[in-house]
């Protein structure tokens, strides 16, 4: 009776050494590789529990998810000959990782190495201005490089690259900190100058309009007077007006028709001299030594 018992846990302890050894559980977001006698079998694990043959069989989980590495800065020197420092993010995934197992050695550390070397390569394919304007441009060229010697022979998908930072030298940082200074100055000025063109324009047609009526003119020297009373000014400039202007305008020929010698006077200006003249003339009349 004690040697059936002693059997009995004898078989019971094996059977549960054996199920240790056969049984694996897989992820739902990974796959199992089975391994017999060092050579790789064909069927790949699906998630759940899996047998496998004690001793002979060794299962490898892979992992199917999207996994992130950053590229650490790099040293490239663009087209145009400027000395960049530039880091990236790769974003991939294993879709066959029977390729991912056999055909490289450490598929993370490699993916690192081809980044790294197609980060250099784009970068002094570009120019600066199409490193620093056209991200898209140069995220997709990396993605095409990189994704080149990784899909086919090591089973990896690159889902997406992109460029973090673009670090410049100070030099470059002033020299593109004086252009976009310069240029933005430019367009204040064109700006400017255009507004000035506009306004000439509508103050030329706002002229016409004026001269076609005589007192819109003095209507806006009065409006004038009344912007310039309302700030509070202790000294108020009248303009001349512009009719009399016009009036000694009109009697300087007949006054220097008249031929009448007159003595020598200073220097008056010509509105205060065209003023005694035209008094002068009114002296002359016959009425005038009648009184």
Same mark, same amino acid.
């Given at each position: 009776?004690?040697?059936?018992?002693?059997?009995?846990?004898?078989?019971?302890?094996?059977?549960?050494?054996?199920?240790?050894?056969?049984?694996?559980?897989?992820?739902?977001?990974?796959?199992?590789?089975?391994?017999?006698? @060092?050579?790789?079998? %064909? *069927? !790949?694990?699906?998630?759940?529990?899996? +047998?496998?043959?004690?001793?002979?069989?060794? /299962?490898? =989980?892979?992992?199917?998810?999207?996994?992130?590495?950053?590229?650490?800065?790099?040293?490239?020197?663009?087209?145009?000959?400027?000395?960049?420092?530039?880091?990236?993010?790769?974003?991939?995934?294993?879709?066959?990782?029977?390729?991912?197992?056999?055909?490289?050695?450490?598929?993370?550390?490699?993916?690192?190495?081809?980044?790294?070397?197609?980060?250099?390569?784009?970068?002094?394919?570009?120019?600066?201005?199409?490193?620093?304007?056209?991200?898209?441009?140069?995220?997709?060229?990396?993605?095409?490089?990189?994704?080149?010697?990784?899909?086919?022979?090591? @089973?990896?998908?690159? %889902? *997406? !690259?992109?460029?973090?930072?673009?670090? +410049?030298?100070?030099?470059?940082?002033?020299? /593109?900190? =004086?252009?976009?200074?310069?240029?933005?100055?430019?367009?204040?000025?064109?700006?400017?100058?255009?507004?000035?063109?506009?306004?000439?324009?509508?103050?030329?047609?706002?002229?016409?309009?004026?001269?076609?009526?005589?007192?819109?003119?003095?209507?806006?020297?009065?409006?004038?007077?009344?912007?310039?009373?309302?700030?509070?000014?202790?000294?108020?400039?009248?303009?001349?007006?512009?009719?009399?202007?016009?009036?000694?305008?009109?009697?300087?020929?007949?006054?220097?028709?008249?031929?009448?010698?007159?003595?020598?006077?200073?220097?008056?200006?010509?509105?205060?001299?065209?003023?005694?003249?035209?008094?002068?003339?009114?002296?002359?009349?016959?009425?005038?030594?009648?009184?």
């Amino acid at each position: 009776m004690g040697a059936a018992v002693v059997g009995l846990v004898i078989v019971v302890v094996v059977v549960v050494l054996v199920l240790s050894l056969s049984v694996r559980l897989v992820q739902q977001y990974q796959r199992g590789i089975v391994f017999r006698f @060092g050579r790789v079998l %064909e *069927r !790949v694990r699906q998630p759940g529990l899996q +047998l496998i043959v004690p001793v002979a069989d060794r /299962m490898v =989980r892979v992992s199917m998810q999207t996994t992130v590495i950053g590229v650490p800065p790099q040293g490239a020197i663009t087209r145009d000959n400027v000395t960049l420092t530039v880091d990236a993010v790769v974003y991939y995934r294993v879709v066959d990782p029977v390729k991912a197992l056999v055909n490289v050695h450490d598929y993370p550390s490699a993916v690192l190495q081809v980044a790294q070397t197609a980060l250099r390569s784009v970068i002094g394919r570009a120019d600066l201005d199409t490193v620093l304007g056209d991200r898209e441009r140069v995220n997709a060229e990396l993605k095409s490089v990189i994704d080149a010697p990784t899909e086919k022979p090591w @089973g990896l998908l690159i %889902e *997406r !690259v992109e460029v973090k930072d673009v670090s +410049l030298p100070e030099g470059m940082k002033r020299s /593109m900190s =004086r252009q976009a200074e310069a240029e933005r100055e430019r367009r204040a000025r064109v700006i400017a100058a255009d507004g000035e063109f506009q306004a000439s324009r509508r103050l030329a047609d706002a002229s016409r309009a004026m001269e076609a009526t005589p007192g819109a003119y003095q209507l806006r020297l009065l409006q004038t007077v009344v912007d310039v009373a309302a700030e509070k000014n202790s000294t108020l400039v009248m303009p001349f007006p512009v009719e009399l202007l016009r009036f000694f305008d009109q009697l300087a020929p007949h006054t220097a028709g008249s031929g009448r010698p007159t003595a020598a006077a200073p220097d008056l200006g010509p509105v205060t001299e065209q003023v005694a003249t035209a008094a002068e003339q009114g002296d002359d009349r016959p009425g005038a030594s009648g009184r």
